[in-house]
């Protein structure tokens, strides 16, 4: 089966610039996320979706961070501005529905905010 | 909340084993992952415990207790291509049931 698919892999911008990334899930996974992954740390959830719905964003900053999930498939994750701290790498991942299932990551965008 | 501890570096020699421990506390614990990290690739899976005891899939395995908050993984026969970084991840029912990831440990295999 295809993987989750992710665009850009690389991104530069200046701060105070917008940024959007893009991620297509496996199909038929119900369920996707968003995670930032600061060099040398875990990924860090910011955000789940379950079909089109936001099932949580607590840890999504809004004041910056917005995502969609329009018509339940594709998603979007847009910072405006970005700041230096934004410099990550942006996993999204999908699953099936279901405690024992396991989350498949795309292979990320690279963010530089200089 | 959530809190998963792991080492953060491990060395290991290859065709050697080793085992590479998290702990945890969750306020509703709904299974634990394991995942592996290439350095600039994503996370792939690797195992999943829910109920206590050992989990083998080849080189492979993965042991939980529920009890005292302990997973570990262990990997035989070591080879270079193991090194990488070891993402241990908890997934909590309170709430959403979202999956949230220890720091990594991140693992170099030498000849």
């Known amino acids: 089966e295809a993987g989750v698919a992710q665009s850009p892999r690389y991104k530069i911008i200046e701060k105070r610039q917008s940024v959007a990334f893009w991620c297509n899930p496996i199909?038929?996974?119900?369920?996707l996320y968003w995670y930032q992954q600061i060099l040398g740390q875990g990924p860090k959830l910011l955000i789940q979706?379950?079909?089109?719905?936001?099932?949580?964003d607590s840890q999504l900053p809004k004041d910056r961070f917005s995502a969609e999930r329009l018509k339940g498939v594709d998603s979007t994750l847009k910072i405006q501005p970005a700041k230096l701290e934004d410099s990550a790498v942006y996993l999204c991942?999908?699953?099936?529905?279901?405690?024992?299932?396991?989350?498949?990551f795309g292979n990320g965008t690279r963010l530089t905010v200089t | 909340g959530q809190n998963i501890d792991q080492p953060t570096e491990m060395t290991a020699t290859e065709g050697a084993i080793v085992q590479i421990n998290c702990t945890y506390q969750t306020s509703g614990f709904n299974g634990l992952f394991w995942y592996q990290q290439h350095a600039g690739e994503a996370p792939t899976f690797l195992s999943y415990n829910v109920l206590d005891g050992l989990e083998e899939k080849g080189r492979f395995s993965s042991f939980l207790s529920r009890s005292k908050g302990y997973s570990y993984l262990l990997l035989k026969e070591l080879q270079m291509k193991d090194s990488a970084s070891y993402l241990c991840a908890v997934r909590d029912e309170t709430g959403a049931n979202n999956l949230f990831f220890g720091t990594g440990t991140r693992l170099t295999v030498i000849p």
């Open positions: 979706f379950q079909n089109n719905g936001v099932v949580d």
């Open positions: 991942a999908s699953s099936l529905v279901g405690g024992g299932s396991p989350l498949h």
């Open positions: 199909s038929g996974h119900a369920t």
